[in-house]
């Protein structure tokens, strides 16, 4: 998937010059995540762990058609609740997530910010299922976890 770190990237990177932009990006075109990256990466990790995708949308509380198209490529959520309510639900463990979100090209979770930090500690803890770390999000004084785009 990914050849060259993302350290070395930046190494060569630091010496490019703007007019040498599309010779850097022909030279590490499959150093780049594709747009099917984050789709390949979730079925992989659902068949290694016996997951079907219908039973993580009736964990992660929700619809199936809706699940599909997220997954599927179909539908792009900005959302990043949905995104971590999915892997949540997929019983990923807090690296597996973090490799989901940036392949997803959303934010990973930074333990400096205090809704991520909790959120980290769910994965590593599992406290229950999302209904009940929804519940623990707002006893706590956080936002609760969003369900779908509107």
Request: charged share 35%.
């Amino acid at each position: 998937m990914i050849e060259k770190q993302t350290s070395e990237l930046n190494k060569v990177l630091a010496h490019t010059h703007v007019e040498e932009f599309a010779e850097f990006i022909d030279k590490n075109k499959d150093a780049f995540i594709k747009d099917t990256a984050f789709r390949e990466y979730f079925s992989k990790l659902l068949k290694e762990k016996k997951i079907s995708r219908r039973e993580v949308f009736i964990e992660a509380d929700i619809s199936d058609r809706y699940g599909y198209k997220l997954l599927s490529g179909e539908k792009h959520t900005n959302q990043r609740d949905m995104i971590l309510r999915i892997c949540y639900a997929a019983s990923f463990t807090i690296d597996e997530t973090q490799m989901a979100l940036r392949l997803y090209r959303l934010p990973e979770l930074y333990s400096r910010i205090p809704r991520d930090a909790f959120f980290i500690a769910c994965f590593n803890e599992r406290p229950g299922n999302i209904n009940e770390v929804n519940e623990l999000l707002v006893k706590n004084g956080f936002d609760a976890i969003l369900k779908e785009d509107v």
